[in-house]
């Protein structure tokens, strides 16, 4: 009997630790997405073309580093700067064939697919940003975006790069019959090429990643970009005059392969809409502030001649450009250009 007492009470010790080993693997622990392999998590390829130290490159680090972040690993963007996977005029295509998932390029660079988003290219059609997000947010700007679902295109937010300045390097442009003659790089759209036309300028389409060099080599004489992208890129080494003249808007609709995004979870939709909102807001802030710096810079280093376009002097090139109105009328729909702040300031 003692025998069997002792085989129970050893057989009784024995199990305990079993069950309570047992119990504790019962536990849920949070998934360690980042040991998953590229096949079972989410990636998302994002490629543009401006550097990395501009206001978009940086804001494309921060929706990676916060999706990563937010996700736990799950759902990885994946973003290739200064067009190192592709180039200006193959991002596009890149896009729409599914090789990537995502883009952030410049309006204009979206006029071919859709001409009648040059509206944001007309010259002095928005005085400040917060004319462009709201005009952007509106109905009319909706019924503009989404035009670009015909082509397999979702705009799932606005990027700024800020207004505009002319720099070049053959003498100072302070009245808008300086740039007759001289030969300025565009963006790809009509109305740019129209814009210089009009100022008896020579427009040159010529993809950004080669605008310094055609610079350097004499191909073109001048440009019109942001201070930020003008700096990043070394432009103003190469120009001695700019000038500050406001005079057009420059910003990025971000993109998704519709299709892809279609093809994401629910909860996946919403992490990455809620992300591209906070990172939204955080990226116009840092244009202004951007590009604000980028200015001074310039102003102290002494390295070009600078020149402020008065208010005076925009009203005139304004009058001076309606004829790039007409012809968006002539081409396009008229209610785009109707619901700009300037004629519809209600």
Request: proline share 3%.
């Amino acid at each position: 009997m003692k025998r069997i007492y002792g085989i129970l009470a050893f057989l009784f010790v024995s199990i305990i630790p079993i069950v309570i080993l047992t119990s504790c693997n019962t536990q849920e622990f949070p998934v360690d997405y980042e040991q998953l392999s590229s096949e079972e998590r989410i990636v998302i390829r994002f490629s543009h073309v401006v550097g990395e130290d501009t206001p978009k490159g940086m804001a494309a680090r921060k929706f990676a580093e916060l999706v990563k972040e937010r996700s736990n690993g799950y759902v990885e963007v994946q973003v290739f700067s200064n067009g190192t996977l592709y180039k200006d005029g193959e991002e596009m295509n890149a896009l729409t064939r599914g090789d990537i998932q995502m883009i952030a390029p410049a309006i204009s660079k979206l006029t071919d697919t859709v001409p009648e988003v040059s509206v944001f290219d007309l010259p002095y059609a928005f005085y400040t940003l917060d004319e462009v997000h709201d005009y952007v947010k509106s109905d009319i700007g909706m019924k503009l975006t989404d035009k670009l679902k015909d082509h397999n295109l979702f705009v799932v937010g606005l990027w700024d790069s800020g207004f505009k300045q002319i720099s070049n390097s053959k003498h100072p442009i302070h009245h808008y019959s300086d740039l007759s003659g001289l030969k300025m790089r565009i963006m790809p759209s009509d109305i740019l090429a129209k814009q210089f036309s009009v100022l008896d300028a020579d427009a040159k389409r010529i993809e950004f990643n080669t605008v310094f060099n055609q610079l350097q080599k004499g191909n073109v004489d001048g440009q019109e970009n942001t201070l930020s992208n003008i700096t990043s890129k070394n432009l103003y080494s190469l120009q001695d005059y700019l000038t500050i003249s406001n005079h057009g808007y420059l910003g990025y609709f971000l993109l998704f392969n519709l299709e892809f995004w279609y093809s994401l979870p629910e909860d996946v939709q919403q992490l990455l809409t809620e992300t591209l909102k906070d990172v939204e807001q955080w990226e116009w802030q840092l244009t202004k502030e951007i590009n604000k710096e980028k200015l001074s810079d310039i102003e102290q280093c002494e390295c070009l001649q600078l020149h402020y376009l008065s208010e005076q002097d925009k009203e005139e090139w304004e009058v001076k450009l309606e004829p790039v109105y007409d012809y968006y009328r002539e081409h396009y729909n008229n209610q785009f250009i109707e619901a700009l702040p300037k004629f519809d300031p209600e």
